[in-house]
Structure formats: C-alpha cells, structure tokens
C-alpha cells in the first residue's frame, strides 16, 4: 500500500490584506527587512502562530509560495497544483478545452475558487510529517468554470493581462479585493513603500482615535 503523508494547503482571501496585515504591520516595523515583502513576513508571521497553537506537539513543515528549489527559479511546490489536490480550488488547465481558439500559443492555467473565485492566494502548504495514512483518499475539487465557453473565457483574460482584475470575477463573489489590494499587487515590490506606509498610517490613526473614545 502507498502511505501518504497528511498535508492540506492554504489560501488567504481578501481580509488578510485589509485585516490581517494592519495588524502585523502595527506591532512590527516592516523597514527592518527591507528586502522582504510584508505580505510575506505576515504570513510567517501568524502561519508559525497558529500551527505553533493549533497543532503543539506535531512535526509540521511549513512550505511557503515564494520558497524556491536551491540553485533555481522553481518553486519548492507548485501552489495551484497542491491546492487543486488539496480540493480548494480547480486547477483551469488549457488541456481541458476541447477545441483551443488559440492555436499552439502557449497558455498558463488559472486556479478559481467556489468560494472566491480568482480573489484569493495561495500562501503555504503544511506537511505533518508524523501523520501517514494509506487510506487518504483524493477529493477532486469542486470546477465552478462549468461550461468551455467560460473556461476559454478565463484563460484567455488571464493570459492576455493576470493584473486586470476581470478574469477573477468568472464566477460571482462578495469577497473581492478592495482597490488598494489591487494596487499593492499590482505594483512592483521594489515600490510599494508608500503604500505600506499609507496602510500604517490610516491604521495608526484609528488606534489613536479608538485611545481618546
């Protein structure tokens, strides 16, 4: 028998960025790590709290999306595809179309949530190392892209332009990203202090003004 390692992965949807991060960023100064994105150090941050929390005792590893293979530019894991088998969200792959519009053009697949839709990121996978099962069964997840129709609309929005926020909203969800998450992402690490100080800013305010209620 095949003994699987149990491991699940790990999305945030917009509340990381507009809830999550002002609280990371109010009780640590993101300029002493000049290099790092905050998004990451934020995940770090409260993924190592909670597993640290919610799983004492445990052996787990914590994988992150920006780890990369020694010596490479390849991710250690392939986020899409650990969580289309982790069942938290379909995999769109240009092989599922029957009859491609676009040739032998090289197309990228996109993940969409049922939940999300393409409001969401991958941020881990957590690996238990000390819990093995021969019996772990794969759940395919659930493809909320049902019709080809839809499918080569997603991946036709996504290859021509990822940062234009329309492929996202292939399915309806009332978990979109606000306009200054847009931005964040959309803008180049190496120029996103100002947006990072303007979050911390407006943040620091509603706490003054929370002090003098």
Not at 108 to 135: E, H, M, T
Not at 171 to 176: E, G, N, P, Q
Request: one cysteine or more.
């Amino acid at each position: 028998a095949v003994v699987s390692t149990q491991s699940t992965g790990v999305l945030s949807n917009g509340d990381m960025f507009d809830k999550t991060l002002p609280e990371y960023l109010l009780e640590h100064d993101p300029t002493l790590e000049k290099t790092k994105d905050c998004i990451d150090l934020c995940t770090k941050h409260f993924m190592q709290k909670a597993v640290k929390e919610c799983y004492p005792g445990e052996e787990v590893d914590i994988i992150y999306d920006w780890e990369l293979q020694a010596g490479t530019r390849l991710p250690i894991v392939n986020m899409s595809t650990a969580g289309h088998a982790a069942g938290l969200a379909h995999y769109n792959l240009p092989q599922e179309i029957t009859n491609p519009p676009w040739g032998e053009q090289k197309m990228f697949g996109c993940s969409v949530s049922p939940k999300y839709g393409g409001w969401f990121g991958y941020r881990a996978v957590l690996v238990f190392k000390n819990i093995q099962d021969d019996k772990i069964e794969y759940l395919a997840p659930h493809d909320a892209v049902e019709s080809q129709e839809q499918k080569v609309r997603l991946l036709k929005a996504f290859n021509k332009d990822w940062k234009d926020p329309a492929w996202r909203d292939i399915i309806y969800t009332d978990k979109r990203y606000s306009d200054e998450q847009l931005e964040y992402f959309n803008t180049l690490p190496s120029n996103r202090a100002h947006l990072i100080n303007a979050i911390l800013d407006r943040h620091k305010e509603g706490e003054d003004d929370k002090k003098e209620m």
